[in-house]
């Protein structure tokens, strides 16, 4: 069997005459009724009914094209990853949210995606999160890592990789962390910490959660420059956050997590986001590889 037989069997599945079959694919009549015959004889299947009006596939015959038109497929999206990897010389461009370009699940990601494409050429940058759908909209950037709330519009393929429930992050030292209740604690006598964002529905709705949660208003609030900054502030003792919670945070001998009621605060699921049939074969393996590691972590 070759593929040349593959593709005059489909045909004549679709066309039903050897005449039409011979007309569409510029290819004697005769040899393709002796490559079918051929085809035939080493399955040992008769494939068609052969017809005064035409041809009619046999119920074997429906289950041999089935499996042609699947392999066709498969080595149709082979050869588009192939001619991909050529034309644009194996370049995967990945956008981050600001602060997480440090994340040690993407850092074990990106060197795993090194390791088994050795010819893609991976590189990541980081953005505000309003600037990164942007980006990806103009084709600057091949997949991008974002909220779901601030994802873009159409024609994108979506991985959602974990959701987040918030912590109120606090100094060691401080009375919540050594067991005042937080319903009994005043905190407008604190400074609380937020990695600045540019603007957005979801940052606002943060905002106004997190001032809820704390009975606080804005004369309290400070800003960050990003999530590590926000993080060293309060690991200083110069005041507290509320923040996703993440694993690493707990690792800081200076910082305690204390779970809070997430009903006030915006719902944070973080995705993958990438073009529809993107053929870069490292897109899939770095958004498993990703999630692998996030759930390793709980990062």
Not at 58 to 79: C, H, L, N, Y
Not at 118 to 143: C, G, P, W, Y
Not at 264 to 289: E, I, T
Request: proline fraction near 4%; aromatic fraction near 8%.
């Amino acid at each position: 069997m070759n593929i040349n037989q593959m593709e005059y069997a489909i045909a004549l599945a679709e066309y039903k005459k050897f005449s039409e079959v011979s007309k569409h694919l510029y290819v004697a009549q005769s040899s393709i009724s002796k490559q079918i015959c051929l085809l035939e004889e080493e399955f040992g299947i008769r494939l068609f009914e052969r017809l005064k009006s035409g041809t009619e596939l046999t119920p074997e015959g429906r289950i041999i094209i089935d499996a042609f038109k699947r392999s066709r497929e498969t080595v149709d999206e082979a050869v588009s990853r192939a001619k991909y990897m050529c034309d644009c010389g194996g370049a995967l461009k990945i956008g981050v949210s600001e602060g997480f370009e440090t994340c040690p699940a993407l850092l074990r990601t990106l060197k795993a995606l090194r390791e088994k494409h050795r010819n893609v050429e991976v590189t990541v940058q980081s953005f505000h999160h309003s600037i990164l759908a942007n980006k990806f909209n103009h084709d600057q950037l091949d997949m991008i890592i974002n909220t779901a709330s601030e994802l873009p519009g159409r024609n994108w393929e979506c991985e959602r990789l974990w959701y987040n429930e918030y912590a109120l992050v606090l100094p060691a030292g401080h009375l919540v962390a050594g067991g005042v209740p937080m319903h009994q604690y005043d905190f407008s006598h604190d400074t609380v910490w937020i990695a600045h964002h540019e603007g957005g529905e979801m940052f606002r709705s943060y905002i106004q959660g997190v001032k809820e949660l704390l009975r606080v208003d804005d004369s309290v609030i400070r800003y960050a420059r990003d999530l590590d900054s926000m993080l060293a502030c309060v690991e200083a003792g110069l005041g507290i956050t509320v923040a996703p919670w993440m694993r690493r945070m707990s690792f800081c001998p200076d910082l305690r997590l204390l779970p809070v009621d997430n009903t006030g605060l915006p719902s944070l699921q973080m995705c993958a986001v990438w073009k529809r049939k993107n053929p870069n074969p490292a897109v899939s393996d770095f958004v498993r590889l990703l999630r692998e590691y996030m759930t390793e972590t709980g990062e």
